[in-house]
């Protein structure tokens, strides 16, 4: 009996897919839940799972061609019809190779790991796993990269060799390396060439003393830590709370245009942009009024793990009222944040930077960061968008009134 391997079935939003990694080839032993195919969406890499144990029978779409929701991807052959040509195979690989020392069955990676694995040239078997049933994570492989790096080059056998031995890349050769362009790399150009040409975009920008944050997050860090089970207090769950705040003062923000009408929100979900290998993805904090500080540093940091595995499913990355972009981590010192449409709004956060600043008539060295407001002028006037970015700087600046909500 075959069982049919199908795409999942994607969201509206997902018009279709691309096969991504064939994990099985025909005549590959399965088991029940193991990794068959990984399929490439504009937003996710979502993982077909064997349904049964079995063999592995046609392959109806090979790597890079296109599919469409629950779209025939292979067959599985089940079952005792399988059983017998699966032994079989067994036995022959057992007859035609000594018995190895070690397991030779190739460790599972993860998206993320695979992809980074190829790139660097190195075999899934030369890479040991410490993810969860000896899964090779990331981390895994640039560890063996960094390995590879620093192991002692091999001595030549034959120093003498024929000169066609020599094919190193001559010093002053110019290397190009084409490869194709990743589905969620191709969507991400496409919808900001879409909101630059769609949309009345301008910016403004402030900056805002992180001092109190600072001096907040010095003295509780290590309290707030042993208190949650090991959630770490960092910057950005304070910027999650303000613009929750100046989102409620300010609805047109938290708004969105559908055709001719304003879809003004009556929640704050919140999409925090996070870099991956894949490119920029926006995973999204749902209900962030009724969220504390903990909970959206557990969060973020979840997140964070998901989209360096790329494990990031479909639900938590669709939709969103408003996103934040923290730019400073990387090192930038300012930039014009693109909306995310539907969205109204983004907030562009930047590298924090000791500058000399007039207070109380002195001048002092403040730790300052330049934020950055982008908006579709379509639906927020000027006025409101000011009001809105001083509303965050007042409360970032005087983090006590986030929590007295004054």
């Known amino acids: 009996m075959a ?32 990794l068959i195919v990984d399929i490439e969406t504009d937003k996710v890499v979502m993982e077909v799972l064997a349904e049964a144990d079995g063999v592995m029978g046609d392959i109806a779409k090979a790597e890079g061609e296109t599919v469409l929701s629950g779209e025939l991807l292979g067959t599985l052959k089940d079952g ?17 190779a000594p018995a190895p020392t070690e397991s030779a069955e190739e460790p599972m990676l993860s998206p993320a790991a695979r992809k980074l694995a190829e790139e660097n040239g190195l075999a899934p078997t030369d890479i040991g796993g410490t993810g969860k049933g000896g899964r090779v994570t990331k981390e895994d492989v640039l560890n063996a990269i960094e390995a590879k790096k620093n192991a002692p080059a091999a001595p030549a056998a034959k120093p003498a060799a ?10 002053g050769d110019r290397v190009e390396k084409r490869v194709p362009m990743t589905r969620l790399r191709a969507r991400i150009a496409e919808r900001l060439v ?17 001092k109190p944050i600072m001096d907040l997050r010095k003295k509780y860090k290590d309290l707030f ?8 207090l960092g910057f950005m769950s304070f910027f999650v709370k303000a613009a929750t705040e100046a989102l409620k003062r300010y609805p047109a923000v938290n708004a969105s245009i559908d055709g ?12 925090v942009a996070v870099s991956s290998d894949r490119g920029l993805v926006v995973p999204i904090l749902r209900n962030t009024e009724h969220m504390g500080l903990a909970q959206i540093e557990g969060t973020i940091a979840e997140y964070g793990r ?9 639900e938590e990355m669709t939709g969103g009222t408003f996103t934040i972009s923290n730019g400073g981590v990387f090192g930038s010192l300012l930039s014009s944040p693109i909306v995310n449409p539907p969205q109204a709004a983004i907030l562009g956060m930047h590298k924090i930077q000791e500058r000399p600043m007039a207070e109380n008539g002195q001048v002092v060295v403040l730790p300052m960061m330049y934020l950055a407001l982008s908006y579709d ?26 929590i007295l909500d004054v």
């Open 80 to 96: 005792e019809a399988a059983a017998a040509p699966a032994a079989k195979s067994a036995d022959a690989k057992a007859e035609a």
């Open 225 to 232: 830590e042993k208190k949650h089970d090991g959630v770490r």
């Open 194 to 210: 879409d909101a630059q040409s769609s949309m009345a975009m301008l910016t403004t920008f402030n900056e805002v003393n992180m």
């Open 306 to 314: 998901k989209a360096r595995d790329g494990k990031l499913t479909m």
């Open 377 to 402: 002028h379509r639906l927020i006037d000027g006025k409101e968008a000011v009001s809105f970015l001083v509303a965050i700087k007042d409360l970032l600046e005087d983090p006590a009134r986030l």
């Open 3 to 34: 069982i049919e391997i199908k795409a999942p079935t994607f969201p509206e939003s997902v018009a279709d897919g691309t096969v991504a990694t064939w994990h099985k080839q025909p005549g590959d032993a399965v088991k029940r839940d193991e």
């Open 162 to 171: 024929a000169p066609a031995a020599a094919v190193t890349t001559a010093e």
């Open 260 to 271: 001719n009408d304003v879809v003004y929100h009556g929640y704050q979900d919140i999409g």
